[in-house]
């Protein structure tokens, strides 16, 4: 039995245009803590607007998203808040090709914690655990002696799984996966 508490996201009534084009009609939706939500539709549907919807890298037309409680179309609302608790593999990975595995595992949570006090006093401990955090989850993706390699000296699978490690590493409450197989 699950309960409002339980309610990781509640979408009412989410549209999206693109000019005249309406790609999203409406939307309701809602996905529990611990749910798997899978949306399928043809090519042009709008299920990588939603997903980008959800994770405020599109701008809704209309309708509300409530995340944990809070409207994340509120103005007062800390979009890069949200978006660290919501990792995102993309269809085309949108790997940085001028860093290394490692690097693009660890670059969100290196620019994050250079924005704490912390930070200037304990700058060579905070670098060495972000760094061993992003060599375990690219060692869990099965690839510990890829992680200085550049994305163009990756397959196509190991560069899923670079992103894959990438969306992991803020340890998000949802993961989104826009089509990572296709």
Do not use: W
């Amino acid at each position: 039995m699950t309960t409002n508490n339980d309610i990781l996201i509640k979408v009412e009534g989410l549209k999206k245009y693109f000019g005249n084009n309406e790609v999203l009609k409406g939307i309701n939706a809602e996905i529990h803590k611990g749910d798997v939500m899978v949306v399928i539709g043809a090519s042009g549907s709008g299920k990588s607007t939603f997903l980008r919807c959800l994770n405020l890298l599109e701008e809704p037309t209309d309708g509300k998203i409530i995340f944990d409680g809070i409207d994340i179309n509120d103005r007062n609302v800390d979009i890069n808040l949200h978006r660290r608790k919501m990792g995102m593999v993309f269809q085309q990975f949108n790997l940085f090709p001028q860093y290394t595995a490692l690097e693009n595992v660890t670059l969100a949570e290196r620019l994050l914690a250079q924005e704490t006090p912390e930070f200037k006093k304990d700058k060579k401990a905070i670098l060495t655990r972000i760094d061993e955090h992003g060599k375990e989850l690219l060692d869990r993706m099965g690839l510990a002696e890829r992680m200085n390699h550049y994305p163009h000296q990756l397959s196509g699978g190991q560069q899923q799984r670079v992103a894959i490690a990438r969306a992991l590493a803020l340890k998000p409450d949802i993961l989104c996966f826009d089509e990572p197989t296709s």
